[in-house]
């Protein structure tokens, strides 16, 4: 079993961990890894980091809707969702797993994610990962001037 484990920077998570199965589960640190935000610039591939703080507030509010986007999908009780969440729980039974793993999202310029990529680790969580976020709207454009991709952080917690 586990627990969700929420950043500073996540209060919304905070108030996911008291919602069933998401709650034990998984907690998604959207954009702001480490207090920072991480994007590529534009036809460098190479990354560039930005503290909150520093992201502008248009950035701030699609990352908010992103990660209510995201909580949605992992909390919905579909079959995509409960085969994710049992390989999930698979995979942090085993101990060569990390608790925790990080996906890098891109958004089209109307809000749909495009792209889903995890950094490292289980290529199968990945297909998952994507299938489940591919082509969801964010309800909202992405800001045109926004680094992209966002990065998501999830931990995983055992419960003691």
């Not at 108030?15 to 890894?33: E, T, Y």
């Not at 101990?95 to 995890?118: H, K, M, S, Y």
């Not at 489940?132 to 419960?159: C, N, T, W």
Request: proline content about 4%; some cysteine.
């Amino acid at each position: 079993m586990t627990k969700m484990k929420a950043t500073a920077d996540n209060r919304a998570a905070t108030r996911l961990s008291r919602i069933g199965w998401w709650g034990r589960a998984i907690a998604g640190s959207l954009g702001l890894v480490g207090g920072a935000t991480a994007a590529e610039v534009p036809g460098t591939g190479s990354p560039t980091y930005r503290s909150s703080e520093a992201a502008p507030m248009e950035w701030r509010v699609f990352a908010a809707k992103l990660q209510t986007l995201l909580h949605d999908c992992l909390a919905s009780d579909d079959e995509k969702t409960l085969q994710f969440r049992r390989h999930l729980e698979e995979s942090a039974k085993a101990e060569a797993q990390p608790n925790f793993f990080t996906a890098r999202v891109w958004a089209a310029p109307d809000g749909v994610i495009e792209r889903l990529e995890l950094e490292g680790g289980d290529e199968a969580l990945a297909a998952e990962l994507q299938g489940l976020f591919a082509g969801q709207k964010v309800g909202a454009s992405a800001p045109a001037d926004m680094l992209q991709p966002l990065r998501i952080k999830f931990s995983l917690e055992h419960a003691r």
